[in-house]
């Protein structure tokens, strides 16, 4: 599966398939040499090397080479998907670019070449420093890998290649869309053909930084909705290059406190979901994320958070065709001064926030994009980065809603700034009373004083989402006594959450904390992470249901959304 963009009239070079592989304990990234590698071993790309018996559990460096044989004298480019956790990538033996982040795709010119035999190494560390690679450290609560995670191509490319196109929604019933062109050229002579109509020559407006404009009307217009994931595709051909990109005819905005989808309120249902899988990592199949948005889709959800990074392009296909709603965001985990006053974190941040924003930019799925899971947002030292971010996306998207997940709760300072108030919460699970036996009845009325506090702020115009809440289940742990890390305490917390969100209209939406276990903290940090799991999926890491899953279908399915 292929997906999005799709460059029809270019000559691809697939390039997922097994690629010699060493794994380097000691080596360093700026000093290695790849001509002078032996490598050892095949592994498959994508794979996430550490996630592998032979490697599980190592730190330090995974080389890949693979070969391919292109057109002589053509420019071409290497997309990779994604890559972690800090990437250099070397063309015919030269270091050719870098990359941090893990979940966002980049891409490599090699620019024309007189021999047919291009070489690629991609080596790929994943031992932290902060210094060269800000976006990732070892607090985070799930396991970083290293290696090449989502496909690779290579693409030859005509002399004034297609970049990208946007397009967002004019006017919803007419089927009105406006397109901006991101090309390397002039444009002249550019056609745009919608679904499986003719081709129509297109008259552009120019825009700055190589970029056209142009309106058009889809044809047979149908719109995007869960309940019909209407899709719509427009190739443009500039006669050397030819783009299709798919899309939705929906709008999203917000009213007294509720979503609206199409004009309609829709609640969102739905799950915080990790890319992780025990024998993959994060690098999992196609196969598993479309059969994790249909165990999700089976208990009634309509919603998934793509928890904490940026989301590979067939899960978003995947959720663009099943009719899931998508709250997308970009790699953070709870950073504190330490990264949100340093200028050079900032700038990693407004980097991938950019990429993710630029490249999924046509998910009709796709209805918010956050940021900074659960940063310190209550402090004046985080202003310049939350503000800098909101304003970022805002400028790139002005048809999506923008947010963030918070802990600080009613200390936070940027709520005003933000369109739905997104908070984490797990009452009945971090308690803060020690000699409560009944933690249970801590979670309506926690939710009651956040949803009070919020009023009583003036933010209430604001959706509220909960975008986390949850308790730890180890997968066959059964107790009379419903205690801690049974699937049973896991249940009774769940129902009281899930009925309180259909019921309650000040709830505008909710994703449980989460869809499955996943691998976290090695060493010490995992006291709290039996198994080094965190354990707060209602389903395990192989997707075995626990007691909450019947649970919770009972009631999102009773939701008449
Ligand atoms: C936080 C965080 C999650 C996870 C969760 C938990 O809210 O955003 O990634 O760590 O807590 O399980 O405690």
Not at 417 to 433: A, T
Not at 447 to 474: C, H, N, Q, T
Not at 523 to 540: E, H, I, Q, W, Y
Request: hydrophobic share 40%.
């Amino acid at each position: 599966m292929t997906a999005y963009p799709h460059f029809t009239r270019r000559l691809t070079h697939d390039l997922n398939r097994l690629w010699d592989f060493v794994f380097l304990p000691e080596s360093r990234l700026d000093k290695l040499a790849p001509e002078a590698l032996a490598y050892t071993d095949r592994l498959p790309v994508p794979s996430a090397f550490d996630a592998l018996p032979a490697y599980a559990g190592k730190r330090g460096i995974g080389v890949y080479r693979t070969a391919v044989e292109v057109t002589p004298d053509t420019p071409s480019v290497l997309k990779i998907g994604a890559a972690g956790m800090t990437v250099k990538v070397y063309i015919d033996g030269v270091a050719t670019a870098s990359h941090i982040g893990s979940y966002t795709p980049f891409e490599v010119l090699l620019p024309a070449a007189p021999h047919s035999r291009r070489e690629i190494v991609v080596a790929t560390e994943n031992r932290f420093d902060y210094k060269r690679n800000p976006l990732q450290e070892n607090f985070f609560d799930f396991y970083n890998y290293g290696g090449i995670f989502r496909p690779v191509c290579l693409e030859e490319l005509p002399e004034h290649p297609l970049r990208q196109a946007f397009v967002t929604v004019d006017d919803l019933q007419a089927g009105r869309i406006r397109v901006v062109v991101d090309l390397d050229g002039a444009g002249t002579g550019l056609t745009c053909r919608i679904d499986d109509g003719d081709p129509q020559a297109v008259h552009c407006t120019t825009l700055p930084d190589h970029r056209l404009e142009f309106h058009t009307v889809v044809p047979n217009p149908t719109l995007w909705s869960p309940a019909t994931p209407n899709l719509h595709t427009l190739t443009l051909d500039t006669g050397s290059d030819a783009m299709t990109v798919r899309f939705g005819l929906r709008e999203v905005r917000t009213e007294n406190g509720r979503v609206l989808l199409n004009g309609e309120p829709v609640k969102l249902l739905g799950y915080c979901r990790h890319e992780a899988h025990p024998q993959f990592g994060p690098a999992t199949p196609v196969s598993l994320m479309a059969a994790d948005l249909q165990q999700m889709r089976d208990q009634g959800c309509n919603f998934v958070r793509g928890s904490h990074y940026q989301q590979d392009a067939r899960f978003l296909d995947l959720c663009d065709e099943l009719g899931f709603l998508v709250f997308s965001e970009s790699l953070a985990w709870g950073q504190h001064q330490k990264q949100l006053a340093d200028p050079a974190f900032i700038e990693a941040q407004l980097d991938q926030t950019r990429v993710m924003v630029q490249t999924d930019f046509n998910h009709p799925s796709i209805i918010i994009w956050g940021f900074l899971n659960e940063g310190a947002s209550d402090a004046e030292f985080a202003r310049g980065c939350y503000e800098k971010l909101i304003s970022l996306i805002r400028s790139l998207d002005a048809t999506r809603l923008v947010t963030y997940a918070s802990n600080r709760y009613l200390t936070d300072l940027f709520l005003e700034q933000v369109d739905l108030v997104c908070f984490n919460m797990y009452p009945g699970w971090y308690s803060s009373d020690r000699d409560n036996e009944h933690p249970l009845d801590e979670v309506l009325p926690r939710i009651k004083a956040m949803l009070d506090g919020l009023r009583e702020r003036g933010v209430s115009d604001k959706p509220f989402i909960i975008s986390e809440i949850g308790a730890g289940a180890i997968y066959g742990c059964h107790d009379a006594l419903a205690g801690y890390w049974s699937e049973e305490y896991q249940a009774e917390l769940l129902k009281l959450v899930c009925q309180e969100t259909v019921t309650n209209p000040a709830i505008a939406g909710l994703a449980i904390w989460q869809f499955c276990d996943i691998r976290t903290y090695q060493g010490s940090g995992a006291l709290g992470r039996p198994r080094s799991f965190n354990n707060k999926g209602t389903v395990d890491e192989y997707r075995r249901p626990k007691l909450a899953c019947s649970i919770v279908k009972t009631i999102f399915s009773s939701h008449g959304n």
